[in-house]
């Protein structure tokens, strides 16, 4: 075998068995045996969604480019031109009359350099079509990797303040295999001037030949090293095959498989497919029945990360996107997506490194070490991270592993223990009496579920609108369209209790399955079917969340309801409302459920509106702050979240700015007095402004 394919045969068994132990600190301590079995048919049953994943995600990078269109349809065409390419040098060398009398195994590895035989050893007489298409296609595929590492590095020096910052260790290690690209062109020219090769042979290899022409008129002797220059680029080819595993390229393998692991999320035990619903990290009730409570909760250690969790932090690109998404970024908060996953990516593969070298490290835990208090309580949850993601890095799953171990060991101050105290004790978080949790209803007709046990429609009012005297005019409004529509519905009053979201985005999972077990039972003991709710973090925990622990209803959140009423002609709109109106897309309702149509179906009915769109929307709506638990503590910050965003609906030179989440309301209205602008822009919710357009 010539000493390039040596070259690279060693690359590839030192890739191979790099890879095999990188992938090994995926499944450290992890039950092997269980995962196939749990893992292996949900893929089997599920095979026909990976392959269309696999496509339009790990081949065509179908999130990336919707993200940036131009760098993204670059890594498009880079991928595919790789994959193609590939292919192209195998089918040259398995039937190449040059490597006549190698075995088809060994052509394996002649198959990079396929070139140097081609070019040393082909004529006019026996040119062919697919001799000059294989040429083609090699040199295209090289223009396209380095149009594609252009305008990356184009966008590395133009990003803007405040955006991810690529070092020159990303870069370096991303791009080394221009190496390879750069010795091979080198070695394409010696060899065209070597031998002498026809023009018309020879201008198919346009990036060779015209290498070789510059070369002739700097009368440099490169004919002379053509051997030594294909060796050189087989060197560097088994060299960067073989850094693949411990280099930034490694995210072409493990990116695919955080595409599986997505796949491989049941619904039934994770919420949503795409991870924005919590996962139950134990069952409460199948540990009181076994009396066993020796659990350990949370995480604080690399090895407490399940092997899904290891795999997306493997599969980080790092390229940003996350943090130039996150509005606690933005904020100035202690928060940085990529920063924490890089840094959890490194302390994994260091610590599991060293472990495999009989070389432990001193300190295994993360919290303190690796990510900040601060960095753990900045998040509000809005997924914002994961939407930007181009390969749907769930990076809450970590955060909120490392506030159920805060939590469970009592290492949380004194805000967090207040309104974790007022909910367990009063069933909200403002500590208020539960006997008032009814009492915005007491001059409106509202019947009770117990006076109405046959009603269509369970309204779960929340503990935002039961309370907040600001919020109670969602309710109000939402009665009176109730009514106005002839809706048969009915309120748990007294009996409701708070539905348990903020406790578990805080940490406290004991607490939120207890009280969650409570609520459903007292759900079924009503025989409740549908449930209405105002509120999208009621929503998404009701309809999302309680299937873990067995309650399950239909859930429709008020913005769908009203849309329906309203095309079904049960409620007229007749008054006008001559405003203006941007519609602020709550987090909880758009990203976590996809729904952004019929709030601005709701709006465009109202007589004499003009809906508008904020500058960020939909799916790339801005954060009003109050998620995760956040509405109930403080975090240092350079601007609230709130504030960015009123400043946006500001600038957009509207009347009103509507929203349809209680969190959002409080929020953006909070920012609006600290501004001292309260006045000039309104917030209302959707309810409140067709409440206002019923006659």
Same mark, same amino acid.
């Given at each position: ?6 070259? &690279? $045969? ?25 995962? *196939? ?13 990976? &392959?269309?994943?696999?496509?339009? !995600? ?14 993204? @349809? ?11 390419? @590939?292919?192209?040098? *195998? ?7 040059? %490597?006549?009398?190698?075995?088809? &195994? ?6 990079? &350099? ?64 221009? %190496? ?128 899904? *969790? ?28 990529? %920063? ?16 495999? %070298? ?14 900040? !208090? ?40 004194? *805000? ?86 903020? +406790? ?66 049960? $409620?007229?709109?007749?008054?006008? +409302? ?22 601005? !179906? ?55 700015? @509507? ?37």
């Amino acid at each position: 075998m010539e000493l390039f394919g040596v070259f &690279f $045969l060693i690359g590839l068994i030192s890739f191979v068995l790099l890879c095999a132990l990188r992938i090994s600190f995926w499944f450290k301590g992890q039950d092997i045996k269980g995962i *196939q079995q749990k893992a292996l048919p949900i893929i089997w049953n599920r095979k026909g969604q990976l &392959f269309k994943e696999l496509f339009s !995600e790990a081949l065509t990078v179908k999130k990336y480019r919707k993200k940036d269109r131009i760098n993204g @349809s670059f890594k498009a065409a880079f991928v595919m031109a790789f994959l193609a390419i @590939s292919i192209l040098y *195998q089918i040259k060398a398995q039937f190449a009359p040059q %490597l006549e009398g190698i075995n088809w &195994f060994l052509r394996i590895f002649y198959a990079p &350099f396929v070139d140097f035989l081609v070019l040393a050893n082909t004529n006019v007489e026996n040119f062919t079509v697919l001799d000059a298409f294989y040429g083609l296609a090699s040199d295209t595929f090289a223009v396209i990797v380095l149009s594609f590492d252009l305008t990356l590095l184009i966008k590395v020096f133009t990003r803007k303040p405040g955006q991810f910052k690529v070092n020159w260790k990303i870069i370096f290690t991303t791009y080394h295999y221009h %190496l390879f690209i750069f010795s091979r062109y080198l070695a394409e020219a010696s060899t065209i001037m070597a031998f002498d090769v026809p023009t018309g042979i020879a201008q198919y290899w346009y990036l060779g030949f015209g290498l070789a022409q510059v070369m002739v008129y700097l009368n440099i002797p490169l004919e002379a090293f053509h051997y030594v220059l294909w060796s050189i680029n087989g060197l560097a080819l088994g060299l960067m095959i073989a850094s693949i595993p411990f280099s930034q390229l490694w995210h072409i393998v493990s990116a695919p498989a955080n595409i599986l692991r997505r796949c491989l999320l049941d619904p039934k035990d994770g919420g949503l497919p795409r991870g924005r619903s919590l996962t139950k990290p134990f069952d409460l009730m199948e540990m009181i029945e076994s009396e066993n409570f020796d659990i350990e909760i949370g995480a604080n250690e690399i090895e407490k990360f399940d092997w899904k *969790q290891r795999i997306s932090l493997d599969a980080c690109m790092k390229c940003g996107a996350c943090q130039d998404a996150c509005p606690a970024y933005a904020a100035g908060r202690d928060l940085s997506p990529t %920063l924490m996953t890089q840094a959890l990516q490194a302390k994994m593969k260091t610590q599991f490194l060293k472990e495999f %070298l009989k070389r432990p490290e001193d300190s295994k835990e993360l919290i303190g070490n690796t990510v900040t !208090e601060d960095t753990i309580w900045s998040c509000t949850t809005c997924a914002a991270c994961i939407q930007a993601c181009p390969i749907d890095n769930v990076h809450t799953e970590y955060l909120m592993d490392f506030r159920r171990h805060l939590i469970a060991n009592n290492q949380m101050d004194k *805000q967090k223990v207040n309104v974790i105290t007022a909910i367990a004790d009063k069933a909200n978080p403002y500590g208020l009496p539960k006997i008032d949790r009814a009492a915005w209803a007491k001059d409106l007709t509202v019947p009770t579920v117990a006076d109405n046990p046959e009603s269509d429609y369970l309204y779960w009012v929340g503990c935002a609108s039961s309370y907040d005297t600001r919020n109670q005019k969602i309710a109000k409004s939402l009665v009176k369209i109730l009514n106005k529509a002839g809706v048969n519905f009915s309120i748990l009053g007294k009996e409701e209790p708070c539905c348990g979201e903020t +406790v578990r985005r805080i940490g406290d999972e004991a607490r939120y399955q207890e009280m969650v077990m409570e609520n459903i039972e007292v759900l079924n003991a009503y025989k409740v079917k549908k449930i209405i709710v105002n509120c999208p973090h009621c929503y998404n925990t009701i309809k999302n969340e309680y299937p873990q622990l067995g309650g399950n209803f239909e859930v429709i959140h008020h913005s769908t309801l009203i849309q329906d009423l309203i095309q079904q002609n049960r $409620l007229e709109l007749s008054n006008e +409302v001559k405003q203006t109106i941007a519609y602020h897309d709550p987090c909880y309702l758009g990203r976590y459920n996809g729904e952004y149509e019929a709030p601005r !179906e709701v709006l465009t009915s109202i007589p004499g509106s003009k809906l508008v769109e904020l500058g960020r929307t939909k799916e790339k709506s801005f954060c009003c702050g109050g998620g995760g638990g956040n509405s109930w503590y403080e975090i240092p910050e350079r601007e609230s979240i709130s504030g960015i965003r009123v400043t946006e609906a500001l600038e957009a030179n509207i009347d009103t700015l @509507s929203v349809s989440c209680p969190y959002c309301i409080s929020m953006l209205e909070d920012s609006l007095k600290v501004k001292g602008v309260e006045k000039k822009l309104p917030v209302k919710d959707i309810a409140e402004l067709v409440a206002q357009s019923i006659n």
